[in-house]
């Protein structure tokens, strides 16, 4: 087996990340240097769609909105392992369908703790 071979194989792909990454510094450099520089208050005041900013933007927020993001997160990947596992059922058999009950076992220990936990109230 020739490794050599297999590197020119490659070789359209490093032409067009040499390509990709030369256009990007180049983009970057002429806007720098054509672009203006004057500043002022308006320039630098927060821009949110046309509305006029209202009070501070490090007002703190409950930790509930996080906590409920990340589950969703933790949640939204049980799925991602389930679509692999579904597509492959037949191969797999019977000891897949065993791990999957073991592993969706475990999302639904973690599901009731949370719940016991009271992570998904509101007050």
Known sequence: MNTTAHLWDYLPI?????????????????THAVGPRRKN????????CGIPVQGNARTPFSIKYFLVAILFVLFDVEVIFMYPWAVNFRELGV????????????????????????????E
């Open 14 to 30: 490093l032409i067009m990340a040499i390509v990709a990454l030369g256009f990007v510094i180049t983009v970057m450099a002429l």
């Open 41 to 48: 208050a308006v320039k630098d005041d927060p821009f949110e």
């Open 95 to 122: 000891f897949g369908l065993w791990e999957m009950f073991a592993f969706m076992g475990l999302m639904i220990i973690g599901l009731v703790y949370i719940i016991r936990r009271g992570a998904l109230k509101w």
